[in-house]
């Protein structure tokens, strides 16, 4: 397997491949419950790390998960230059030791601090993809629900992907189209955090549906090519991988913004990304303490994906997350049919229509083509007795970046 990933960070291609780096860090605790974490601590309270040039930004990012503050970087050999680093776009966009622009003899007497992490965008191009390995593919639909929807996780390790929670990957299946080019890409919501679900922020999750329908006029069975291609992706496999892409569904840094999220389906991916960031990672810089509220809708109970986990949020956490289901062909609406998560946001509409004029409450769709209009159907009526076009509100709420839609 060839990988450009591995070329563009191996020691032997870049300028600093072989080179080493000491960070000084502060706030680092040694009774950690974190992984591997177990440096000297000086009396003076500082942590003195070395990383390769290749593992800097994920030391600097584990560094600041666990709590540390990066006080000063420098190279091992401090008459080590530092230069600008790869030339792939991502470089300049996430968090950065700082010796990109400056002059290296500026470098030893200042100390370091930490830049504010950008929005990672298209780090890997369609022309030149990351190859990962599928190291987990399991089903989420419980025995009776419909369809095929798989959780697959793929390591990164060798390459300098990374993202943020709301971002999607593309995705590019192996083959030629009916035309005899190479398949395009497809886009699939990330569904695990920044750190991935190994914590080591080498890999990325996503939330899969197979595509199958049938033919309009033959009838036939069809199945959707990427979708079939990850579903049956076995553990090992090589996948081709570009992005990260968006940055409409970015969780705000905010601790206390209230979190309303709307799903359909696999539209609860970036949805438990934002959950796992919440409640199941402990972050030094990061402590939800806002309300969030997952609307969820699906066909049946067997098709509530990671239900296990979001009761396990909701039972732990009854103070910042709120859970409810519309499950279409269980639940009935109030006029007998089936209950659909407009359905849900019309029942809520008064307590929704509160939360929303608040300004730290951003509200976030992410599902089945459509979800706007219903959403609209829910509280627009709501939003009438209160004397508010629907349409204004909607624009207020977009020029102040708290609606958040992703349909596919
Ligand atoms: P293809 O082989 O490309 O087939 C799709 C085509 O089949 C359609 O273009 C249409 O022509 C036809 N078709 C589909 N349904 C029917 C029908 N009922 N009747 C007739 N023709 C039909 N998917 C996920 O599973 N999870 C995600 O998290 C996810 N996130 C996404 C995020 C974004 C931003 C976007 C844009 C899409 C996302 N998708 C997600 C959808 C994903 O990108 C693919 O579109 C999906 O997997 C189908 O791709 P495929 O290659 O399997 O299907």
Not at 86 to 94: G, L, W
Not at 210 to 230: A, I, R
Request: one cysteine or more.
């Amino acid at each position: 397997m060839y990988s450009s990933a591995l070329a563009a960070t191996s020691g032997k291609t870049t300028a600093y491949g072989s080179r080493l780096f000491v960070y000084e860090v502060a706030g680092l605790s040694q009774n950690t419950d974190n992984d591997s974490l177990d440096y000297p601590i000086r009396r003076s309270g500082s942590v003195f790390i070395t990383v390769p040039y290749e593992r800097m930004n994920q030391e600097m990012r584990r560094i600041t998960r666990m709590g540390g503050r990066i006080v000063s970087i420098k190279p091992l050999d401090a008459e080590t230059p530092l230069k600008p680093t790869s030339n792939r776009s991502s470089e300049a966009e996430v968090a950065q030791p700082q010796q990109s622009k400056s002059n290296p003899t500026e470098k030893k007497r200042k100390p370091m601090t930490q830049a504010k992490t950008k929005v990672p965008v298209n780090i890997y191009k369609p022309k030149d993809p990351f190859i990962g390995k599928c190291i987990e593919n399991y089903p989420l639909v419980a025995e009776g629900g419909s369809g095929i929807v798989q959780h697959l996780t793929f390591d990164l390790s060798g390459g300098d992907l990374h993202y943020l929670e709301g971002q999607s990957i593309g995705i590019i299946p192996p083959g030629t189209d009916d035309n005899g080019k190479p398949h395009k890409l497809r886009l699939y919501s990330i569904a695990s955090t920044r750190h991935g679900d190994k914590g080591d922020d080498k890999t990325v999750s996503l939330c899969v549906r197979q595509l199958e329908y049938q033919h309009p006029e033959t009838n036939e069975t069809v199945y959707g090519v990427c979708s079939t291609h990850l579903c049956n992706l076995e553990v090992g496999a090589d996948v081709a991988i570009t992005g990260p892409v968006g940055k409409e569904m970015l969780l705000p840094d905010d601790e206390d913004a209230n979190i309303v999220m709307l799903a359909t389906g696999t539209g609860i991916a970036p949805f438990r990304a934002f959950l796992w960031r919440m409640f199941f990672e402990k972050h030094e810089d990061y402590k939800f303490k806002g309300k969030s509220w997952l609307i969820f809708g699906v066909p049946y109970t067997a098709n509530i994906l990671y239900k296990d986990k979001l009761e396990e949020i909701e039972t732990n956490y009854p103070d910042n997350f709120e859970l409810t289901y519309a499950i279409s062909r269980e639940q009935k609406n109030s006029e007998g049919g089936r209950m659909y998560i407009q359905h849900r946001v019309a029942e809520q509409a008064e307590k929704l229509w509160t939360m929303l004029q608040d300004p730290k409450t951003h509200l976030y769709m992410c599902g089945l083509k459509g979800m706007e209009s219903g959403i609209e159907e829910g509280l627009s009526p709501f939003a009438a007795k209160q004397g508010v076009e629907w349409s204004d509100f909607v624009k207020k709420l977009k020029k102040e970046h708290r609606w958040h839609v992703e349909v596919y």
